[in-house]
């Protein structure tokens, strides 16, 4: 086999005849150089010029021990070792090669090298550009993981956002001081699961946080509810009086929710106390030294309160130190999703079934205005999960008004189902109606002509406030 070949190779080959050995050389891409025994440059390929850039006419007949002391081939001349896909670097030519060389023997004569390599230049750049963009990288992680971190209280806070980040950065650092701290956003933005989290890492958190929602306590109450009350202080008082709110509160922390819809009066009341840190129980005299700190939440507008003469200026600087302004969920769509999926785990564990969004679902949630925020989310996936049987919460699982027509008239027929569209309907108007009167809920309760009770079990039905929030 191996004679045929041969016979082959050597009938294609005429002897002797260097030409079409050279066109062989000439058309390989790689450079190709010989030297012969005393390292003269005896052959050198076009590739030669064309990837070193040096004519082949400068080079023949020159030493290579003198223009590349160094050279791999030079070497190989030496030690009549072959080397194979070496990587080295040329100094009279400054760049970075790749190749093999190996010695050419006459019988058992060695006469000379032959090299065959390749410039790897751009290569060794690209590698370096990568080297450094990794370092680079390693250098901008490092400097993030040595970002504060967020205190493992602040898990429970749910959201990736950068704007919410940003905040919840803030809540972090200020949680530590005994500031107070005034958190705004709109209904159902999770005010009140910050302030706890404020508070759980806040050095009293081995006290408790006391809420106080000062929307919900009817006006004659409110005092006796924040402050106490002596024994006798008015007909109906418990014997021994009662403990107010604030003293409830010493050495840990006080929630006034809702804070936009105080009274005038109490709002008077409420400065003196963050003040001078003292007061009274209602039918008492003697001032009450409290350690208390403050943290308070409205989804009103209170500067707009200010222009109207609805609430006091002075109140509002001693509350707004450090405020927590909470974006709505309409502006951090990329949480809906991280937050559906606790939501869900959580109802999955109470229901005993797992349960994941049709990827329909999730394009309707991210699409969705959420006008009540991360409590309307909770409220529909809690209402999905319970009337979906199986495994994939589907849009016939949604509530009517948070699917877009255009997919409504594709799925299952549902506008016909009249309490569903006297539901919809009425959470509109409950909700403009709100909007109208700066989300202040007795002008609302009024222009909508129901009494206060309806008015709030409807804001509960329709996931406006929590149960904690009804009178
Ligand atoms: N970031 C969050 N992570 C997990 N759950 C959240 C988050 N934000 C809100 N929630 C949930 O959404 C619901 C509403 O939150 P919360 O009561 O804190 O809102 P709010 O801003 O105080 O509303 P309102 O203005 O009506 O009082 C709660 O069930 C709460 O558990
Ligand atoms: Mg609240």
């Given at each position: 086999m191996i004679s045929n070949v041969h016979a082959v190779t050597t009938s294609f080959f005429p002897r002797w005849d260097p030409e079409v050995l050279f066109k062989i050389l000439n058309n390989i891409h790689d450079v190709v150089i010989v030297i012969d025994l005393d390292t003269t440059i005896v052959f050198a390929n076009k590739a030669y010029a064309k990837i070193?850039?040096?004519?082949?006419a400068k080079v023949i007949g020159r030493r290579l021990d003198i223009i590349e002391p160094n050279a791999k081939t030079i070497e190989v001349l030496r030690t009549s070792e072959s080397s194979y896909c070496r990587r080295s670097y040329l100094n009279s030519l400054r760049i970075n090669v790749v190749g093999s060389t190996f010695p050419l023997y006459n019988g058992k004569n060695i006469i000379g090298c032959v090299s065959i390599f390749k410039n790897i230049n751009d290569v060794v750049e690209l590698n370096r550009e990568l080297d450094q963009t990794k370092g680079v990288a390693d250098y901008l992680k490092e400097q993030l993981e040595q970002e504060e971190q967020l205190p493992s209280?602040?898990?429970?806070?749910?959201g990736q956002n950068s704007r919410l980040k940003k905040i919840l950065k803030l809540a972090a650092k200020v949680a530590k001081t005994d500031s107070t701290v005034l958190i705004l956003g709109e209904?159902?933005?999770?005010k009140e699961v910050l302030a706890r989290v404020v508070h759980n890492s806040s050095?009293?958190?081995?006290r408790p946080m006391i809420k106080v929602n000062c929307a919900a306590i009817p006006e004659d109450l409110i005092e006796s509810e924040l402050f106490g009350y002596e024994d006798?202080?008015?007909?109906g008082a418990k014997k021994g009086g009662k403990l107010g709110k604030f003293e409830l509160a010493h050495k840990g922390t006080i929630f006034l929710d809702e804070?936009?819809?105080?009274?005038l009066t109490m709002q008077a009341k409420l400065l003196r106390i963050l003040q001078e840190k003292e007061f009274e129980r209602v039918g008492g005299t003697r001032p009450i030294k409290v350690d208390i700190r403050v943290i308070a939440a409205t989804n009103r507008n209170l500067e707009k309160m200010i222009e109207q003469g609805t609430f006091r200026s002075d109140l509002y600087y001693r509350l707004n130190i450090v405020p927590l302004l909470l974006t709505p969920l309409r502006e951090r769509k990329d949480d809906i999703l991280e937050l559906a999926k606790v939501f869900l785990k959580q109802f999955a564990g109470e229901l005993g079934h797992e349960m994941t969004l049709s990827p329909q679902v999730e394009k309707i949630l991210q699409s969705y205005?959420?006008?009540?925020?991360i409590r309307e989310l909770k409220n529909i996936l809690e209402h999905a999960s319970i009337v979906c049987s199986d495994e994939v919460i589907t849009s016939?699982?949604?509530?009517?008004?948070?699917?877009?027509k255009k997919i409504r008239s594709s799925?299952?027929?549902?506008?016909?189902?009249i309490k569903e569209i006297v539901a919809s309907v009425e959470k509109d108007v409950i909700l403009s109606a709100l909007n109208a009167c700066n989300n202040n809920r007795t002008d609302a309760l009024k222009a909508l002509g129901i009494s206060r009770k309806s008015f709030y079990n409807k804001l509960h039905q329709y996931g406006i406030i929590d149960h904690s929030s009804l009178p």
């Open positions: 070193l850039g040096v004519p082949i209280s602040f898990e429970e806070y749910i209904s159902g933005v999770g050095s009293r958190n081995k006798g202080a008015f007909t804070i936009g819809d105080m009274s205005e959420w006008p009540g925020n016939d699982h949604l509530p009517a008004h948070i699917i877009p799925v299952k027929e549902k506008s016909f189902d």
